[in-house]
């Protein structure tokens, strides 16, 4: 569920999502939450969920042990304890989803509601690096990243924007 400032930051989305935009939407409910702000039809991508952090899910960074840290950073197959998901994988399935919107998403506006690492993601697609960018990546929450559909593929045009909360 949304908190009050998640609920101020979806409405501060909704004040610059284009009308008439095609609305997806990862099934996580906060993300659900967000899209349903913009008053707009919304679709759920399963691919858009949130990497599985398995064992590790809901523990702090400063939890993690350096040998923990050092080993996931420079692999980026490495399946985190407990059933995880790898940034790769993640990476595979968010490609595939970006792939797949890229010849709508050249003709109109398509919005994606997510999560950090998708999006970290999708702005490795749009660039044409690898997984490890993940790392080197810090998505503020309620941000916008925008990718244009150019010509000869996508070009990643603005990152961390957050629109105004009139708060």
């Known amino acids: 569920m949304l908190s009050p400032v998640g609920k101020r930051q979806a409405a501060a989305l909704a004040g610059v999502i284009p009308h008439g935009a ?3 939407s990862s099934p996580l409910r ?3 939450e967000t899209a349903d702000a913009f008053g707009l039809q919304s679709v759920v991508d399963e691919r ?3 990497l599985d952090y398995g064992a590790l899910d809901g523990c702090r960074p400063e ?3 350096d040998d923990m840290w050092r080993r996931w950073r420079a692999d980026p197959a490495l399946v985190p304890p407990g059933g995880g998901e790898s940034l790769r994988t993640l990476g595979m ?3 595939a989803a970006c792939q797949e919107l890229a010849d709508e998403a050249a003709e109109r ?3 994606v509601v997510t999560h950090v690492s998708p999006i970290k993601a999708a702005i490795a697609w749009a ?3 690898g997984d490890e960018i993940a790392w080197r990546l810090f998505v503020l929450d309620g941000s916008i990243a925008r990718i244009w559909i150019a ?3 996508p070009v990643l045009v603005s990152f961390n924007d957050v629109p105004e909360t009139g708060v």
């Open 22 to 24: 095609r609305v997806i």
């Open 30 to 32: 906060r993300a659900r």
């Open 48 to 50: 858009w969920i949130e």
């Open 63 to 65: 939890d993690l042990t």
């Open 93 to 95: 399935r968010v490609r």
């Open 109 to 111: 506006d398509v919005v």
């Open 127 to 129: 660039l044409g690096v």
């Open 151 to 153: 010509r000869h593929g």
